[in-house]
């Protein structure tokens, strides 16, 4: 190895940034994995007929780079045009894109914390300011987002890691109050009561974000999607890669939400679990906010959340502690299936009794 440093590599903030810590992947199949909000059961059969039937000339010719049969069925869904509508590989493609396209040095992003871990990585990386505007201990909308002067405003609705929700309206009164974009991150918003999409139709400033990871059952695909008034779609096409979703993707995720059938009963049946262990893990003694997202906040009272996390995963029972402001006393545990939170529930159960 020729060692040629003379100056550092990389740019002084690629140098400083600590990369995004993704949930832990385990190689073994017999584990309870709670970790990364996925979604427990599987996807549509329409998608793995979907994948079946992709042609040999499919994949030897470059996919069509806006992915039009998408947009034309997710327009259809969400009864917008297809022009409303831009593919992502995955939702945090979008993030990336969204903070090429408005941030910089003299342009900051500013959202609430604790929120989405990677909205900081991606601050540091675009070389912006990151305001951070603390929420209260129930996850309200801070009052002070509406009057940082922030090129992107970012709300993660539901919140992630908290699962908790603003009401539209108040998205709508900060969408006016803003004087840059607004993205509402919209990755758990399936597994809610509402979402954004009217505010596109009113706001010529709001982006949302979708993806199919968590409600399609597809995080390993890598599809998710804008919906934004037009003028701010083709702005944010300028930045994506040219082929940013591949041929596969676009039929598969094409499929999948095309199945709004199974898609519904899939949600119906995370959120049947979802009240369930919120109601055992209050009988445990834990706190924990009403969720409408695909995973639950549960905070210790009686017990070290580090210390639960530890005995959780050395019983190959996989969930997630972050060891930051806000959430050092507090567990984000997937819902899973019948059967996995069973094996979390009386997992937890011997623990608290040691
Ligand atoms: C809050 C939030 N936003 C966006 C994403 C991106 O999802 P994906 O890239 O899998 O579509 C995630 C993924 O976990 C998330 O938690």
């Known amino acids: 190895m020729v060692k040629k440093k003379v100056m550092g590599y990389f740019r002084e903030n690629v140098e400083e940034a600590r990369a995004y810590e993704p949930g832990f992947q385990p190689k073994e199949a017999d584990v309870v994995k709670l970790n990364t909000n996925e979604n427990p059961w599987p996807p549509s059969p329409q998608v793995m007929k979907a994948l079946a039937e992709v042609s040999e000339e499919r994949l030897r010719r470059y996919p069509d780079p806006l992915g039009n049969e ?44 604790p929120s989405y871990s990677l909205f900081p990585v991606l601050a540091k990386l675009q070389n912006c300011k990151a305001i951070e505007v603390p929420f209260d201990s129930e996850f309200n909308l801070p009052a002070k987002l509406a009057s940082t002067d922030a090129a992107l405003t970012i709300v993660c609705n539901p919140n992630a890691p908290s699962g908790t929700f603003v009401a539209v ?15 509402v991150d919209e990755a758990y918003v399936d597994f809610a009561e509402a979402n954004c999409i009217e505010l596109v139709k009113n706001f010529d400033n709001v982006i949302i974000l979708r993806s199919l990871s968590k409600g399609y059952s597809l995080a390993g695909l890598r599809f998710g999607y804008a919906i934004a008034h037009p003028d701010l779609i083709a702005g944010l096409m300028k930045v994506k890669d040219s082929y940013n979703v591949d041929a596969i993707a676009i039929a598969i995720a094409t499929a999948a939400i095309k199945d709004q059938k199974y898609f519904k009963e899939n949600i119906e049946k995370v959120k049947a679990e979802r009240a369930r262990l919120t109601i055992q893990l ?73």
């Open 70 to 113: 998408f947009r034309q069925a997710a327009g259809e869904v969400h009864g917008v045009p297809p022009e409303y509508i831009m593919c992502c590989n995955g939702g945090d493609e979008l993030l990336n894109i969204a903070f090429r396209a408005f941030c910089d040095q003299d342009r900051p992003v500013a959202y609430p914390v």
């Open 169 to 183: 309206e108040e998205l709508a009164s900060l969408a006016d109050e803003v004087s840059g974009v607004l993205l």
């Open 282 to 354: 209050r009988k445990l003694g834990f706190d924990v906010p009403d969720s409408q997202s695909n995973f639950v906040l549960a905070k210790c009272k009686n017990c070290k959340a580090d210390q639960v996390y530890e005995k959780l995963t050395q019983q190959n029972i996989y969930i997630r502690y972050f060891a930051r402001p806000g959430l050092e006393d507090k567990l984000r545990i997937s819902i899973g299936t019948p059967e996995q939170n069973d094996k979390l529930l009386s997992a937890l159960q011997e623990i608290l009794a040691e």
